[in-house]
């Protein structure tokens, strides 16, 4: 029996697991191990994928990757299974021994080397499993405002701080990984830092509440002979749940020096501080490498003597080369240059620990780790039962991934979001600032009259310079207020549920549920949802999420879409931006479509992701986010958005002899203009007026309405007027079509060119994306005409 035909509620024990490459030996990392436990909690809505629990923690995968795991010894759990599931471990109460004095000024510590001079220049790794408050470290470490959130993969690149009254130490956030076998392209980034940069030390933080599988990824860490601390994170909700972890015990057990720190809550960061700059300066390597016994212990042990000389000559640890060669991994095969004669020698003493141990050398290496894991936690350990954010969790998901009401809560949450975003506080707070931001532009009017300025000057100061940026910065309170609830739904852990939920519904156009929260944070803005992909292991569905992300409308367009509406449609505002969202996600599916049947055939990528527990989100963390979306905003407006205003209102107000025109269209920006201007023609917008401003757009979307502004010669309250004199409501609708769709912004497009791989690849979408938008518009413009709407 396999996997896939578990029933929901049923327990079994997992015999084998299939398959081979890279899917197999991350299922194995992630604890689908022989002998393992498993049990199904629940199926997706739409019948794939399904939701497993094991080892304390949740897994979702696909039936059809659930098949290459054979079970056997299937059983409803009893009550004393369903209770141990949740115990886990139940380690006595032991006698108190000293602290091994790891990191600190002893003389048991861990293998040292000749210590660091003074003030040398120090490195640290802050490395471990993805959704573990790794980068909520990294900002109570460094004082830096890194963005956080409840979803595996939050980090997709490394980032650099400086640690907090240590100038000469930088701590490096890498992003989260599960083991040093890359599966998906930003684990890559986390094993090359390691392996070639060589760190003077490692801060590996660890999920206290699930710590059998995150030591896995510790186990590894500890082969690279590197200096190490270990920071046993949300040791708080340890503790509010009644349970504990013998700290000097496991301090013990793995040769390194452990601190319980809470990141959230800024406990225990200084002793880890500490820790970390003693190791590191000490140069205290770890005490323990060896983990091994029996058959793999000869195995690891033998290649390791083997390759002892080229794993010193490619700047490799020796036992970290040996246990990578026994796992078959390429990179390390090829790093290590072997002959022919050694690689047959390596093959007969691997082929004999399989044999010795009846299984693949894969498995056998997982088992050992895993087997040594169980064993330290067993004795250092102790859970009293499930945790009450488990059980809060189990709760809420009865109803958000319920089979026929989990896609209609999540529609009616977006609707919500979208209409409290344009509607009801967003639109408010907006109009507020647009009536202040009136009121100063004309207290600066009159006093640049009675003063007397002169007029070209004047002419600049409110013509350009207040038009073109004051017309961006109402739409502040829009944009801050969309963020804020993206970055709820995020904290609270609710986007991965949304993920699993929308997968089979995303496999019809050849994407996999984890592209959704790339897409969705698409939404917010291009350019982190575009550099999102990262997380996805296959380069397939890489490139592809990154061709239909821009079809989300990000929150750059809303300025547009806010001064249109309310320009022509202010009966029924929240309803024609709601459509405009969802029409833009239509057209992305459709080319979606288009793409699987054509440049990117194929399946996508399996759905292995962990499910995190529901977790109120952190006010400082959305305050965070909010103030960072905020001055970013702030920034272009005051950057780009001002030296766009300045030049189009220079090209606007000169001819080519530099004299002042009475009329703005014997400009030279009516010349320039009047080059584009027949492209659009069709499309029902032909001033030159309107074609500059969609050019603009393409510095930051924003500058569209700013470039109206001044091209138009109005102030906020009277630009809706001044539009209605260049657009009718029905090619005004067919404009917000066409701005909708046509190339994002400057700066997506150099994450377009750095995600994949080229200025041709970059130039390739922002095409795509012009000629889908106008053919679109040309479409919707063409059954206007039928119907008579124009």
């Known amino acids: 029996m396999t996997l896939d035909q578990l029933p929901v509620g049923k327990t079994a024990m997992i015999r084998s697991v299939g398959g081979a490459g890279a899917l197999r030996r991350h299922f194995l990392d992630m604890g689908l191990t022989p002998r393992t436990r498993v049990t199904l909690r629940k199926v997706a809505p739409m019948g794939d994928p399904v939701e497993v629990e094991l080892r304390g923690y949740e897994l979702t995968l ?66 471990g499993n993805q959704n573990c408050g790794k980068t909520t470290l990294f900002n109570q470490l460094t004082g830096a405002n890194q963005h956080v959130g409840n979803f595996p993969g939050v980090t997709v690149d490394r980032k650099d701080g400086q640690i907090r009254k240590h100038p000469e130490a930088t701590v490096v956030d890498l992003p989260g990984i599960y083991s040093l076998s890359p599966y998906s392209s930003e684990e890559i980034v986390t094993r090359d830092f390691l392996v070639n940069e060589k760190p003077q030390g490692i801060i590996n933080i660890v999920d206290a509440t699930n710590i059998e599988r995150n030591l896995y990824l510790t186990m590894q860490l500890i082969e690279l002979g590197i200096p190490m601390v270990l920071a046993l994170n949300m040791m708080d909700e340890m503790r509010a749940n009644g349970n504990t972890i013998h700290v000097n015990h496991l301090e013990a057990a793995l040769g390194i020096p452990v601190v319980p720190i809470s990141a959230s809550r800024n406990e225990g960061i200084n002793e880890l501080i500490e820790h970390a700059m003693r190791v590191a300066v000490n140069v205290e390597r ?122 209609p809560i999540f529609l009616g949450i977006m609707g919500l979001v979208f209409w409290l975003t344009f509607g009801l506080i967003g639109q408010g707070l907006s109009d507020l600032l647009s009536l202040g931001l009136d009121r100063l532009t004309a207290l600066c009017d009159a006093a640049l009259t009675a003063y007397g300025i002169n007029p070209v000057v004047h002419s600049l100061v409110i013509d350009g310079i207040f038009a073109g940026v004051g017309s961006v910065l109402s739409f502040l309170p829009i944009i801050v207020t969309l963020f804020f609830f993206l970055s709820i739904l995020e904290d609270s852990g609710y986007m991965a549920r949304v993920a699993f939920v929308m997968d089979k519904l995303l496999r019809k156009i050849g994407l996999s549920g984890r592209s959704f929260v790339p897409m969705l944070i698409g939404f917010g803005c291009s350019v982190p949802a575009i550099m999102a992909t990262r997380t996805l292991s296959s380069e397939r569905d890489r490139k592809m999420t990154i061709l239909l992300t821009p079809f989300m409308s990000c929150s750059a367009k809303l300025p547009i879409y806010a001064m249109f509406t309310a320009a022509f449609f202010a009966r029924y505002q929240a309803l024609v931006m709601i459509g405009l969202y969802l029409f833009g996600m239509a ?27 529901y977790r109120l989100p952190s006010p400082k963390s959305v305050g965070r986010l909010m103030w960072d979306k905020a001055k970013d905003f702030l920034t272009r407006a005051f950057t780009v958005i001002f030296v766009a205003t300045i030049l189009i209102w220079f090209l606007q107000t000169f001819d080519s002899r530099l004299n002042v025109v009475a009329d703005s269209s014997q400009s030279l920006l009516a010349a320039l203009g009047g080059l584009l201007s027949p492209l659009f023609a069709p499309l029902g917008f032909g001033d030159w007026r309107v074609s500059t401003a969609l050019i603009t757009g393409f510095t930051a979307k924003e ?88």
């Open 286 to 407: 770890p005490r323990r490498l060896d983990f091994c016994s029996g058959p793999m212990h000869r195995c690891i042990h033998a290649i390791a003597h083997m390759v002892e000389d080229h794993a010193a000559q490619a700047g490799v640890p020796m036992r970290f080369a040996a246990t990578k060669l026994v796992e078959g991994d390429p990179l390390m095969l090829d790093r290590l240059a072997l002959n022919e004669n050694e690689r047959e020698l390596m093959e007969h003493a691997i082929t004999e620990m399989e044999f010795d141990l009846g299984t693949d050398r894969e498995a056998a290496l997982a088992d050992m780790r895993y087997d040594f894991i169980g064993r330290v936690c067993s004795r250092t350990v102790v859970k009293k039962g499930e945790s009450r954010e488990h059980a809060r969790s189990v709760r809420i998901d009865n109803l958000l991934t319920h089979k026929y009401l989990a896609i």
């Open 62 to 127: 696909r039936l059809a990757d659930a098949k290459s795991i054979e079970i056997d010894g299937v059983h409803a759990p009893t009550a004393e299974e369903q209770e141990s599931e949740h115990r886990r471990f139940e380690a006595q109460d032991l006698p108190p021994i000293p602290h091994p004095g790891h990191g600190e000024d002893r003389p048991e510590g861990g293998r040292k080397s000749p210590a660091l001079a003074p003030g040398s220049p120090l490195v640290f790794a802050l490395a």
């Open 703 to 790: 500058a569209v309405v700013s470039t109206l502004a001044v091209l138009t010669g109005s102030s906020l309250s009277t630009l809706p007027q001044a539009l209605a004199g260049l657009f009718s409501p029905f090619t005004a609708f067919v404009f917000l079509i066409f701005t909708l769709l046509y190339t994002p912004c400057v700066a997506a497009i150099a994450a377009v060119k750095r995600e994949m791989g080229g200025a041709k690849a970059a130039a390739g979408v922002a095409l795509t994306q012009c000629l889908i938008a106008w053919l679109v518009a040309f479409a919707v413009r063409c059954i206007g005409l039928v119907f008579g709407l124009v």
């Open 587 to 613: 057209v992305g599916v459709l080319f979606g479509l288009a793409l699987k049947g054509t440049a990117f055939k194929g399946e996508p990528v399996p759905f292995v992701m962990e499910l995190p527990n």
